[in-house]
């Protein structure tokens, strides 16, 4: 997983250009996974890890507590590698990529004794799929100027606008970060528990996927604050990049 990591923050630069790229100057459709009848229950096993690796709640932030005041607002971009044949026949051949990107509004507040909690509003262009999110983290260990900051993360999301799918992903994740003036590196590991249900569909049954996670990631706070992240789920590779305000 760490061999994962590593090569993942390394090309995170190129992949977050041709996600913002993409974003930009990319038409939008709505169009939900409404032929999943044609998938095998193998397909729609990896159908839900995929979107699992998706959809599920990333923080894209550092382990410190944000304190009784603080806060931080963002706006973000990610970018995940799929099965673009499981897609494409989900969709009736109107996904065909190999790259799902997710814009994402995100809000997190700081609460006292080192608890910080979240939300996330989500939404899969090219699909009706919206993705809501929360978590709630608590900071064991919050950080000096010499010391690194520790804090474990438990958060839920759904999947929802797509009558044909039911999806939810649940996990937990520790986090490390040290801050150095403007810039705080950050690494954690987690797990993900992915369900879903097709509905209305005899021939696929219910289908869950437990993911482990890597993640290594960099905050920087200019008075503007910028984050960049590249996680490893299950076989699954995303990057993410995020705008906003951080005090």
Known sequence: ?????????????????????????SPQYATAFDELSDLNQGQFQTLVENVGAVTHYKAIAPAEPLGIIGFDVALELSSTDIDSNV????????????????????VHKGLPFGLDLGASLAVIPETDLMALGAEIRYAFLPGSTITP????????????????????????????????????????????????????IATLSDESA?????YVGLNINLGFNFGIEADRTGDNTTYSVKAGLRF
């Open 1 to 25: 997983m760490v061999t994962h990591a590593k090569s993942a923050i390394g090309k995170w630069p190129a992949a977050a250009a041709i996600a913002l790229t993409l974003a930009v100057a």
């Open 87 to 106: 897609f494409d026949i989900a969709s009736g051949g109107s996904i065909d990529s190999s790259q799902v990107l997710l814009p994402r509004l995100h």
């Open 210 to 214: 437990s993911l482990e996670k890597v």
């Open 149 to 200: 900051a520790v804090a474990v993360r438990a958060h839920y999301s759904f999947v929802k606008g797509v009558q044909e799918l039911d999806l939810n992903n649940a996990g937990i994740e520790l986090t490390i970060s040290k801050g150095f003036l403007m810039l705080t590196p950050y690494a954690g590991i987690g797990a993900i528990r992915t369900s879903a249900e097709a509905n209305d």
